[in-house]
């Protein structure tokens, strides 16, 4: 129920904040923006392991990069951890996550594992 609440109040200021700064929008236009500022948010804030909140420093703790420079290997090990960061740690279980890339990356063909 508080995750319903939290939702519904995040929406309601995104969308003032929207409207605040781009009155023009259509309303398809607006509910893009929002999804596209709560993905923001989520991928600013989310724990990747090893104290690193976010994928900017995720991306500088396990590879001493940002985030615009990862090879697409590396964005995939980050994105394998979301679910399970601990589990999922590259630096703990550096076997357990190759695995998991098996199936993140079995139709890539541009990447060596």
Not at 10 to 15: F, G, K, M
Not at 92 to 102: K, P, Q, V, Y
């Amino acid at each position: 129920m508080k995750e319903i609440v939290m939702a519904i109040k995040i929406d309601d200021y995104l969308e003032a904040q929207i409207d605040k700064e781009n009155p023009s929008l259509s309303s398809s236009e607006r509910q893009r923006e929002i999804k596209n500022r709560i993905l923001e948010m989520y991928l600013n804030y989310v724990f990747l392991g090893n104290n690193a909140y976010g994928v900017e420093a995720a991306a500088n703790t396990y590879y001493g990069k940002k985030a615009k420079d990862l090879t697409v290997l590396e964005s995939s090990v980050l994105a394998s951890t979301f679910q399970l960061p601990s589990t999922f740690n590259p630096y703990r279980n550096a076997e357990r996550i190759m695995g998991r890339l098996d199936v993140v990356l079995v139709d890539d063909k541009d990447v060596q594992i």
